[in-house]
């Protein structure tokens, strides 16, 4: 028996529905929005709820957009008075509620409606079902071509997904199925690029201009592949702008630049030149140090993550690029400050005081600084 909210001020009215419905549906009631909420929290899930609008502190339509922002699969239904009708038709137009009954509402209609919603709810969760078992199975199938196709991928593939989990958690950022998904899928293109390419790739080997045009294209067919299949649209974008840089100095040919890029494609530039610059045979420092020197390249604050992981700082932490006049009293130092030279003004660890940030800047006048300068800052 699918669970069933009232929420209602009026407690008499309350009593009534619950005395006439309780053998048909499994009732709970709440006296205000926050009591519902509440319930909603703790009893769900819930199939419907049925709201009076004119209530303290929290009016219907108020609840029932929370409601629906919270659980969006719980069938939402208002009642209200003719005074109030305005209110109900604009919250039915914007597709807040399913359906508004008029008080009183005789308990025969009310059973009704009640059942018609439960209906709905039947309706939108078998559809989800329906869904989730078609993406899940749809996801598994490229996976499997993709490991069977090109192994090495598949398992640069996993371990970046990894790598990005840990740096999703520097960063503050949920772990979500789809930024995992679109690490896992992001070289599913590669099924189109003929083996010779993948071969020469694969062994370090120059490829070509036209085998290198070739190859990055593989992005752009991956997006291809995944763009129609639902839910999976953001992944396909995210994937499609994976070799584009930062500062818009190469990728796709639709343009983006920044904030603009999708993030989770921001996130596959910097995984995919790490992972490159390793199988060159460069450690992680060296290739660290490589995509530092590359301004504008990659986003900085996923960078910095990356920086912070392999340096094996705490969780939370990031290692940033400053100049020298982003230099700001309290800051930790990832890394020794060092003049043009080479020679140590101050060791890796330490906090500028402002007898250090002053020693700095009289030495930058003296011999140039060497910049940019690492520091380290908790996520944002």
Not at 72 to 84: E, F, K, N, S
Not at 276 to 281: D, N, Q, T
Request: charged share 25%.
């Amino acid at each position: 028996m699918h669970k069933i909210l009232l929420v209602d001020d009026e407690r008499n009215i309350l009593s009534g529905y619950k005395r006439n419905l309780h053998s048909k549906f499994q009732l709970f009631a709440a006296e205000s929005g926050k009591e519902g909420l509440n319930i909603l929290r703790e009893k769900g899930p819930f199939a419907v709820v049925v709201s009076d609008y004119k209530m303290p502190e929290m009016n219907g339509i108020d609840f029932l957009s929370k409601v629906r922002e919270k659980y969006p699969d719980t069938v939402r239904v208002m009642l209200t008075g003719y005074a109030d009708l305005n209110a109900a038709i604009q919250a039915v137009n914007e597709g807040n509620i399913f359906r508004f009954l008029s008080k009183p509402c005789p308990v025969e209609q009310m059973s009704k409606n009640i059942y018609d919603a439960v209906g709905q709810y039947q309706l939108i969760t078998a559809e989800k079902e329906l869904l989730n078992k078609t993406l899940k199975g749809s996801i598994k199938i490229m996976i499997d071509i993709l490991s069977t196709v090109n192994p090495e991928a598949f398992s640069q593939a996993t371990q970046s997904r990894n790598l990005a989990k840990s740096i999703l958690t520097r960063l503050g950022k949920q772990v979500t199925w789809d930024i995992e998904i679109a690490v896992l899928l992001s070289k599913i293109g590669l099924v189109t690029i003929p083996n010779e390419i993948l071969e020469k790739k694969n062994k370090g080997i120059e490829l070509t201009a036209e085998e290198k045009e070739m190859y990055f294209k593989h992005a752009e067919f991956g997006a291809m592949l995944l763009k129609n299949i639902p839910r999976l649209e953001k992944i396909a974008e995210a994937i499609r702008f994976q070799y584009s840089s930062y500062d818009g100095g190469t990728g796709t040919h639709d343009f983006k630049i920044g904030e603009n890029i999708p993030f989770v494609g921001r996130l596959l530039k910097v995984l995919n030149d790490f992972n490159a610059l390793i199988k060159l045979g460069y450690s992680e420092d060296e290739a660290l140090q490589r995509m530092q020197k590359s301004v504008g390249k990659y986003d900085p604050d996923i960078l910095g993550a990356l920086l912070a992981e392999v340096s094996g700082l705490g969780g939370g932490q990031i290692i940033s690029m400053k100049n020298m006049d982003e230099l700001k009293e309290g800051m930790l130092l990832a890394e020794g400050v060092r003049d043009i030279h080479g020679f140590l003004l101050i060791p890796k660890g330490s906090e500028l005081s402002s007898i250090a940030l002053m020693k700095i800047i009289n030495y930058n006048k003296m011999t140039k600084i060497a910049e940019p300068i690492k520091v380290i800052e908790h996520a944002k």
